[in-house]
């Protein structure tokens, strides 16, 4: 082995040719720095996107010898001798492997020790009436973060920040990086750097790429701090809180790609312990040690919690009521709150013990800067997660809160920039040890963690940038992969005259329940927009299931008493058979080497083309008619099977199937039988189907969309507003306000469609939506304070959902009601209808009528009819059910419309009703339906035509089945 002074020398020539920038030192841990030393010569790499190790520049380490040699020459072909120059080979890559661990370690501990070496970079990022400034650490992607009132103190924050890394770490900065702000290029920065001999380095105008890494974390910590602020409905102003968590968690949560470690590890030496760690925005209760509280007040005050302390171990909340961020250990939270946190005090038994340090909001214009100074000779993690918490934790009411400041830094100038993500991902070669064996952790979230390392969190917008990901990569092969299992296609030279069809790599994060990345899904879609029909496909239609058949399924069930399961199959186009001769290109980054100008044939179908869905239906269809499956001959997605006195029963949506029995050996079976011809993911019991949360309990089952409707809440700014009983007033006169002020017609959209889709599960915001639906060609403000008021009426009313429960008899019935010319403009009716099976809701309607009807009788007679085509299409559909029905009740509070459903008497009153109105008669006479009078009062769809008072909404709520489970 080479003697410490030789070995000096040689580090010092290697760092030489790094500064002119002659090679690239790969940072790679834990490095055996003696085994790397008995490579007799050794090539350094560079890394390219393309991930292709090219030689740059051949380096001599020395055998075991008193004297040090350093050569540096081009690695060629040429027959040199072997240990003065190599080429590149299987060995060659193994000794480049080693001295990049040599140099990385070179890098980290003997030149740090020598304090000759670290590497800064600065940004200045402009945010609402501050400026944030970030600094990050290149080798470990440690991050700073500084709130500046002005641009002008940059200089100054650099200063104390220089002083106090160089104390802490014994390291000498030399190397500055930054853009060309002129808070880094002036006179006193020039002056400062030429004092202490540090390089500064500007990237080149309108080229933020050569500032990569600081540029990527300032786009990763304000997504984060945008997505937390929206999470919880966070005041804006505090922005600055969240930026500086983001930084916090980051520093302990993302690993750092190359090196296998969090940068909190590599900065500090040490594993940080994160069981501190809250939800940021979460409700919590701090101990209100105010001297004026007496025995019987309140022994908390309410909070949002927003971020650690920097200067002790305390938890930093911000209380609404008096719009001040204060400093505390004694801190309950209630994580599991998912809602804004409401102003006021608590009742919360909280210990006493801690002081609370209390700092006032200013406005934005004279805001200081938040973070506080620390001592320049402290851990940057003992301010909270330091080495006393490894042992001692605060209590279960605040554990152990690190925290940082945050700053990033850019690479040299000759590297290609790094694509920095949030958490970095690693192929399963990079695992140290079986990825299989459990995780052993003190703490849940260190699982998680480790969970994350293996996912992207970012989604890439194009082949380019998912390139640079290894773990999407993985996900394009395993793709293709099941092209190659399901033998979609071949490769073949482009016959002459065809045209072929590009292709494209669209990159989506599949998430849980909650909202966690769980696998990074990679499809193939073809360019389907350049076929051309009658060349390159036919007939396009496939059906798919309809919301009240999912319904009427759900009631049966809950009906029934049997449960229902949901699967799901995986890369479902594939499978279907397509008839037209169709190629497409080869897919991008997968191209073949030795036939680039050949094409795919496709035999089966590919997501993108025109008739993939219908050719997977008729995949899926023929392979069930062949197992004993009877098709419904009303709803095609239904599929059914007999044995003896059971049902099995199959509702299929493209890809996604729903299915049970009762007898749960024939559901069992249809599972086993699917796995046996399609690759499929079992999802066990049906929880979460088209967006509507599906809850089956022994006694029924409770369809809402709770969370849903909390991200309309967020999404349209309501989570301050009152929420109201009603979704609209009883004398509330809505028009096209010709003269009203316009407003955002995308907006107005957007909430509608949004509220049209809760509709799903809410018939109680039924009539309100469709209403202000009829004005979305020119919304005005009126308009626009409509909606507005649904949404506070939906805020106070988020966990309502429909209860399916037992019958003793499965009945079906329906209602049927109008107004009368209720439409201030056109004087058209609106017709309100709805359908019960065994006692549950499946179906309810708010249409404005086509007609102009002449009296409330032809209004009404109009509505009947609507809701008998509807009545008459579920009697199709449930004889699939072997479910049978004569004279279905229609309930009609209007004595005319029911005598002339019965009566095919003509009079001023009905001589002009039109021919297909009458339908009604016929069916009357066949005794399929029934008009039955039924009282006002208890007229249910009454709900559907108009604006009614709070107390007559609220019991016609009810009678709809609308309930609020409690867990």
Same mark, same amino acid.
């Given at each position: ?727 609209? @007033? ?134 009947? @009819? ?102």
């Amino acid at each position: 082995m080479p003697m410490d002074d030789d070995l000096d020398e040689l580090v010092k020539e290697v760092f030489n040719e790094y500064n002119r920038g002659n090679i690239y030192v790969h940072p790679l841990s834990k490095a055996s720095v003696g085994e790397a030393l008995t490579s007799s010569s050794i090539t350094t790499p560079i890394s390219t996107q393309t991930q292709e190790v090219v030689p740059k520049v051949a380096i001599e380490a020395p055998k075991v010898t008193n004297e040090v040699q350093l050569n540096s020459s081009l690695c060629s072909d040429s027959d040199s001798d072997s240990e003065t120059s190599l080429c590149l080979n299987d060995d060659t890559n193994s000794q480049i492997d080693r001295l990049n661990d040599y140099l990385d370690e070179s890098l980290k501990t003997i030149v740090s020790q020598k304090g000759k070496i670290s590497l800064l970079t600065a940004k200045v990022n402009d945010l609402e009436a501050l400026v944030s400034k970030y600094k990050v650490d290149d080798y470990s992607r440690f991050t700073w973060v500084f709130f500046l009132a002005h641009k002008e103190e940059a200089f100054d924050y650099f200063v104390k920040f220089s002083n106090r890394v160089e104390n802490e770490k014994w390291l000498k900065i030399f190397r500055i990086r930054s853009d060309h702000g002129r808070e880094f290029e002036n006179a006193k920065f020039d002056e400062l750097c030429i004092e202490k001999g540090y390089k500064q380095e500007f990237s080149a105008p309108r080229t933020s790429q050569q500032n990569g890494v600081v540029e990527r974390k300032n786009r990763t910590l304000q997504e984060l701090a945008r997505s937390m602020l929206h999470e919880f409905a966070v005041p804006k102003f505090l922005w600055a809180e969240a930026v500086n968590t983001a930084c916090h968690v980051v520093n302990r949560a993302c690993i750092r790609s190359k090196l296998k470690k969090i940068p909190f590890e590599l900065w500090v030496g040490r594993t940080p312990n994160i069981s501190y760690f809250r939800v940021f925005g979460s409700k919590c209760f701090v101990l209100d040690e105010s001297p004026k509280v007496t025995k019987f007040d309140a022994k908390s005050l309410t909070g949002i919690f927003v971020g650690y302390s920097n200067t002790s171990k305390a938890y930093r909340v911000y209380l609404p009521t008096s719009r001040v961020v204060i400093e505390s250990i004694n801190v309950k939270f209630n994580e599991n709150a998912n809602e804004k946190t409401e102003e006021g005090n608590s009742i919360v038994d909280i210990q006493d013990g801690a002081t609370t340090q209390e700092i006032e909001f200013q406005p934005k214009d004279e805001l200081p800067p938040v973070i506080l100074e620390e001592p320049l000779n402290r851990d940057d993690d003992n301010l909270i997660g330091g080495e006393n918490h490894e042992e001692n934790t605060i209590d279960t009411t605040q554990d152990e809160t690190p925290h940082d400041e945050t700053h990033p830094i850019p690479q040299p100038v000759h590297e290609p920039p790094e694509v920095l993500r949030e958490v970095s991902s690693h192929p399963l070669s990079n695992v140290i040890g079986d990825p299989r064996e459990g995780v052993r952790t003190r703490s849940g979230l260190n699982q998680m963690i480790g969970h994350f390392a293996f996912v992207s969190q970012l989604e890439p917008k194009s082949f380019k940038e998912a390139n640079v990901d290894p773990n999407w990569i993985v996900a394009m092969q395993e793709e293709l992969n099941q092209f190659e299992r399901n033998q979609v296609w071949e490769l073949v030279p482009l016959p002459s005259g065809k045209q072929v069809i590009g292709t494209k790599w669209v990159c989506r994060n599949k998430l849980d329940e909650i909202g966690n990345v769980v696998r990074n899904k990679a499809r193939l879609v073809a360019q389907g927009f350049k076929q051309q029909e009658g060349i390159d496909f036919e007939k396009t239609f496939a059906p798919v299931a309809r919301l009240e058949s999912i319904r009427m399924l759900l009631a049966y069930a809950a009906n029934k008493g049997f449960t229902l399961f949901q699967m799901d199959v995986k890369s479902a186009f594939l499978n279907g058979w397509i008839n037209e001769e169709v190629y497409v290109q080869q897919p991008p980054g997968f191209v073949d080497h030795f036939n680039p100008d050949y094409v795919f044939k496709l035999h089966k179908a590919l997501y993108g083309l025109k008739q993939a869905p219908r050719a997977w239906y008729g995949r899926l269809c023929t392979f069930l008619l062949d197992n004993s499956f009877a098709r419904g001959k009303m709803d095609t997605t239904l599929f059914t099977k007999k044995r003896d006195d059971h049902l099995l029963l199959v509702q299929i949506y493209v890809d996604d199937i729903i299915f049970g029995s009762t007898n749960a050996t024939l559901a069992q079976e249809f599972s086993s039988l699917m796995s046996s011809e399609f690759e499929m993911s079992m999802m066990g019991e049906l929880n979460f189907f088209l967006g509507l949360q599906i809850k089956q309990l022994q006694d029924g089952i409770f369809i809402s969309q709770i969370k849903y409707a909390k991200e309309l809440i967020k999404k349209f700014g309501v989570e301050d507003s009152k929420s109201l009983d009603t979704p609209m @007033g009883k004398s509330a006169n809505i028009d096209a306000d010709e003269k009203g002020k316009p407003m955002d017609i995308t907006l107005y959209r957007g909430i509608i469609g949004s509220l049209l889709y809760l509709t799903a599960s809410r018939p109680d915001i039924m009539y309100a939506v469709c209403l202000c639906a009829r004005y979305q060609a020119n919304p005005k403000d009126s308009h626009h304070k409509a909606v507005k008021r649904i949404l506070r009426y939906v805020k106070g009313t988020q966990s309502l959902g429909l209860w399916y429960g037992k019958q003793t008899e499965l009945d079906l019935v329906g209602y049927t009601d109008s107004d009368f010319a209720g439409d201030r403009m056109d004087r058209k009716s609106t017709s309100g209808t709805c359908q019960f099976l065994g006692g549950s809701l499946v179906s309810w309607s708010s249409r404005k009528q086509t007609p102009v009807a002449l009296s409330t009788a032809e209004a009404e007679y109009v509505a009947a @009819g609507s809701c008998c085509t509807q009545l008459l299409w579920m009697m199709q559909t449930l004889r699939d059910y072997e479910l049978k029905f004569q004279k279905v009740p229609i309930l009609c509070d209007n004595t005319s419309a029911i005598l002339i459903s019965k009566n095919p008497v003509l009079h001023s009153r009905t001589k002009h009703i039109e021919i297909r109105h009458h339908f009604i008669r016929d069916h009357v006479e066949k005794g399929d339906v029934e008009l039955v009078h039924v009282d006002t009062k208890e007229q249910i769809a009454d709900i559907f035509t108009k604006p009614l008072p709070t107390q007559q909404h609220l019991e016609l709520r009810f009678k709809l089945g609308m309930l609020e489970l409690k867990d």
